[in-house]
């Protein structure tokens, strides 16, 4: 069975640092691009970063570029999203999901596999 799980989320101050992590299960990250997702109260979901399937190619929401960090660690099967200065509008149900993308360059356009969401509450 394949699944993606998000880990990490919590309460904190407006400026501060927080890392999720996606534990991926029962597929071979090699193969797969990952992607972390958001979902504000109101809002449509939003993609936030993606690693591609060779893990050498990352690209992220102009709304994050620069404070977002996506990574991943092939041995543990596990992709981190690192988030720095942290804003209030950051706050939001954050989603990691799996794309097949085997030997092409896919960057997270329809994704496979979902897990559940981790909530990240950003105070001011």
């Known amino acids: 069975r394949c699944s993606c799980r998000a880990s990490g989320g919590g309460s904190v101050q407006a400026g501060g640092p927080l890392r999720l992590s996606c534990a991926t299960s029962g597929f071979n990250l090699n193969y797969y691009a990952i992607g972390w997702f958001r979902q504000a109260p109101g809002k449509e979901r939003e993609r936030v970063a993606c690693?591609?399937?060779?893990?050498?190619?990352?690209t992220y929401a102009d709304s994050v570029r620069g404070r977002f960090t996506i990574s991943r660690d092939s041995a543990k099967n596990t992709v981190y999203l690192q988030i720095d200065s942290l804003k209030p509008e950051d706050t939001a149900v954050y989603y990691c999901?799996?794309?097949?993308?085997?030997?092409?360059?896919?960057?997270?356009?329809?994704?496979?596999?979902w897990g559940k969401g981790t909530l990240v509450t950003v105070s001011s």
């Open positions: 999901a799996a794309e097949f993308s085997g030997s092409h360059n896919y960057l997270c356009i329809g994704m496979d596999y």
């Open positions: 690693i591609n399937s060779g893990g050498d190619t990352t």
